[in-house]
């Protein structure tokens, strides 16, 4: 039995959800064809979220076969690497290119490897991911005035990379990203095939979570994270891993941007005061982060400020028995100001 998805003429977050819920859906045939003929926009998270969709599948489905139709106009997504990453053979002429001044194609980390060469070589993994990280905002942000930028970049892919490293139990994770000069944005996208956020926060006592939502408003909030609510935090030290990673990137995303997690069975979107829920099916976690380059500072000034707000949040969820989900959906709707008149 096979059965045929048609993609959309935009291939964006809300449309690669519904392809990944339709995938999901017909995992038990024996063949899905996908056709990109009405395809004219497509972007680097709705690449990578359907093509992770469709290796998880592929892991619990082994005779799946994923084939493409109508896909030769999509240069674009052939050098993102979006069919190979679903599976899908293109031919020798077509290959995923190794990025260019505007976007990285989707690329594979294994974890194991990372450790293994950071043994090796007498580190920890968090600095290969640090490498990784300066490697990729440099193929992104190759302006030398543009500093804070650059700066950021780095920061948000270190950031994500550590916690799939240090979080999720995952062998690999897989990130792209695109940098619209003209439109001053930057996407970065990164997932894995891990335990999943609700899992991970299992282990903290201190924290009462129901839902894969709930298990998402809770780790974007700072000071929380697997480990219990970490009451000798280092507020002072941006730098510091002590669960104020998510926190950070998500309140520089919504500066005039938007961040988006997706875990389970449950998304959020946040950005400029507002947050959206919605319902997927997603084994991991996925992270978007659209930074609007306008709004973005000095790292250093931002990550103060930042830290300095999310300190007081944090002192008051240390003061708390335990932390469940109305009062960090409360507190994830005052650390964001959603709901506030501007």
Known sequence: MRHQITLPERVDTPAALR???????????????????????????GMLYISMTIQSLRASFPRLRVFAQKYHAQGYAIHMGFLQHCGISVGSRWRSATGSDTYSPITEIKLSELKARAFSNKMVIQDEIEAAAQKLAALLIRDREEENLFNVVQYSIRELGRNIAEH???SNLLYCAQF?????????????RGVGLFETLQANPHIEIETDVDAIKAAILPGISGKPILENASYDDPWANSGFGLFVLSQLCARGGNFFIVSGKGGLLI????????????????????????????LSESLKRITEEGAVIAKELTGSESVGPSRASSMVRRAFHIGEER
Not at 22 to 37: K, Q, Y
């Open 271 to 298: 950005g400029q005061g507002s947050e959206h829920i919605v319902e997927t099916q997603y084994s991991g976690t996925a992270v978007r982060l659209v930074l609007s380059t306008d709004e973005i500072g000095g």
């Open 168 to 170: 999720s139990d995952s």
């Open 180 to 192: 619209w000069p003209a439109k001053k944005r930057i996407e970065v996208c990164m997932a894995d």
């Open 19 to 45: 392809v990944a819920k339709e995938l999901v859906a017909h995992s038990s045939v024996d063949a899905i064809m996908i056709d990109f003929g009405d395809v004219t926009w497509i972007e680097p998270f």
